[in-house]
């Protein structure tokens, strides 16, 4: 059976739409780094926007989620994976969502009743006791021992500090052969959480108080590798239909089997799948020191690093064989995957030069830094120099240490570890963290500015400049945009006084809904074309742009006020970038 297959199906037949995952990386978005659930790219139609294909949604959207990748390695954790959703846009709420979740598990997956227990949001000050759900689940034969109600660090979800929330109710299977308990208990871990569905119909504010949501929507999630692993009645995720490919490809390559290497199969395994994605995804992601690009590099070496202890001749393209098994296993539901292999091949390989490079420097150091040693412990001082210079992680400079019978100051390291984490997130803050908020308003103008700015390089560059990303905070806009030089400073004059004029000019921002290919026949500009719906929104300002998009916008420019290019500089091979800022 192909669950993900089964799943849209299923919600298809009940008057659900499937829409196509969202990129991995977010556009527009620049609280996140990575979509990191599927309500993510739905946020403006939760807090009430008109999503074109309609009330119900369904879709498989690729995730990442990046809380403590040292745990990578584990049975059941993995960085990429895709998660199953259905959405209610302010349309059917709890009684009809527990009910598909329980017909779907229980009708379609055949999952035993007996197996089944649940968990219910207790309330808080602000949001009373979820009763009614319990009923539901009662109603439907779930017993009262096996409906546990929980508070918030269990039964409250939000992607972040602040956004659309709610209480959720959280499905739970029964995974052992061990005699199934009669009460349902939360801390064994033989009952592992299925599935999550978020009743939305609050907002968060930043100042942390809450308001109701015009709408009540229904927001589940569905982990897919979990529930695979699950009904294939295996306890380490690994060793599911899923990974087999490429964990056998690891043996091969390593030449030693998963049994007894198991952690580091894992991390190669789960770090070059995500890898791929990272570096397939259309934003044209590479290695780098910051960012989306920190996350790839800090992943391939990290595999690097498990292939070297499991033996792996690192200085051949070993990686190769194993993402061409991921590539394969995704070509056809992707696009971007069959259509970037050549680029993610590319970018592992270099990135595996590029550390062997590193490490080898790194190994001179830690040479000559044993000659200078005044005793026998490598000082912390010592230790984040070989991690932030040479990028050597923690545990091979004590393995290194070790084989010459010497000692690392590790407290000393993590303490300086820490410090610099801090700092470096601050610039990025809570990015990690995963959350998205309502658009403020200075974004909304940035979002509309952006369109202006893709139409004015278009008529002053070239026609053939296409956005090839954007991304906007309160305080500027970023754009990258396809373009074979820099520009000239007549250029960018040219497009500053353009986009200035259409802003005083008063132009009316209006959408309309329409069949994908008419839109693209109609000449709106399309990013990505394969990650929209049939049904898609154009936004039309006056006659100078015309683009396929979600919004929000702005209802007329001259709310824009100033618009200034701070900025005009490289971002890849082929792709310009500019800040810019409304004053
Ligand atoms: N947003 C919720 C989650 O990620 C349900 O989809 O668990």
Known sequence: MNLKEEFIKFFVAKGHVEIPSAPLIPENDPTVLFNTAGMQPLVPYLLGEKHPLGKRLCDAQKCVRLTDLESIGDKTHHTFFEMLGNWSLGDYFKKESIGYSFEFLTKVLNIPINRLAVTVFIGNDDIPKDDSSAKIWQDLGIPKERIVYLGVEDNFWIAGDSGPCGGDTEIFYFRSNEEIPKAFDPNDDRWVEIWNNVFMEFYKNSDGSIRELEQKNVDTGMGLERIVAVLENKDDNYMSSIWQQIIKKIEQISDKSYNGNEFSMRVIADHIRTSVFISADRAGIKPSNTDQGYILRRLIRRAVRHAKKLGIDTSINWMEPIALEVIKKYENDYEEIKDNKEVVLKVLEEECKKFNKTLEKGLKEFDKLLN???????????????????????????????????????????????????????????????????????????????????????????????????????????????????????????????????????????????????????????????????????YKIGDVSKEICGGPHVNNTRELGHFKIVKEEASSSGVRRIKAILE
């Not at 090839?468 to 305080?475: D, F, H, L, Q």
């Not at 802003?503 to 008419?518: F, P, W």
């Open 372 to 538: 200078n040693l005044s005793n026998n412990v490598i000082d912390k001082d010592n230790a984040f120099k070989l991690y932030d210079t040479y990028g050597f992680p923690i545990e091979l400079t004590v393995e290194l240490a070790n084989e010459k019978g010497l000692m690392v100051d590790i407290a000393g390291f993590k303490e300086k570890f820490q410090l610099h984490q801090e700092l470096s997130r601050t610039a990025s803050a809570g990015k990690f963290k995963g959350g998205l908020m309502g658009h403020s308003d200075i974004e909304i103008k940035y979002h509309t500015a952006t369109h202006l700015l893709n139409a004015a390089l278009k008529l002053v560059v070239s026609k053939d400049v296409h956005q090839k990303g954007s991304n906007i905070n309160e305080e500027r806009m970023r754009f990258d945009f396809s373009c074979d030089h820099k520009l000239t400073d007549e250029e960018k004059n040219k497009v500053e006084a353009l986009v200035n004029e259409w802003i005083r000019a008063g132009l009316e921002v209006t959408s309309l809904e329409m069949n994908k290919e008419e839109a693209i026949k109609s000449g709106a500009e399309a990013m990505f074309i394969e990650k929209y719906a049939d049904i898609v929104t154009v």
